[in-house]
């Protein structure tokens, strides 16, 4: 066959690379499903933190995040949570924003969105556990 493909359901760079739409979207899907299964255990530790913190004083709150166990959950969950945010919001934005400036705006600000929240956690866990 000679000539273009009206069927062609590739982009002119996927073309190129010789890569079509499943060789990129599996990654985020697999991705989303690994962050899912391990924030199961993560955020009932974290739920069990929080409980275990319950009525405390603020000097044993301190201590008790403060120390390195409990900071690595923490921190893990912190990491795990916001990856997972932003791979979701950053499906949800490709799938129902249609108009290619506000998706590039969406992404951009996603991404400064998660990134903030995920820096201001891991510091505010880190200031604990190393009391600067």
């Not at 933190?49 to 923490?74: C, D, E, F, K, T």
């Amino acid at each position: 066959m000679s000539g273009k493909h009206t069927n062609e359901m590739r982009t002119p760079m996927r073309r190129v690379r010789g890569l079509g739409a499943a060789h990129t979207g599996t990654g985020h899907f697999w991705h989303q499903r690994v962050t899912s299964v391990a924030g199961i255990p993560l955020t009932i530790a974290f739920v069990a933190i929080i409980v275990a913190l319950l009525g405390r004083s603020h000097a044993a709150v301190v201590q008790i995040l403060g120390s390195p166990i409990v900071a690595i959950i923490m921190l893990l969950f912190i990491i795990n949570t916001v990856y997972h945010m932003w791979i979701g919001m950053q499906e949800i934005v490709l799938d129902y924003v249609h108009e290619d400036k506000l998706k590039l705006v969406t992404l951009m600000a996603n991404t400064f969105f998660c990134f903030a929240i995920g820096l201001a956690s891991v510091f505010a866990i880190l200031k604990l556990s190393f009391g600067v």
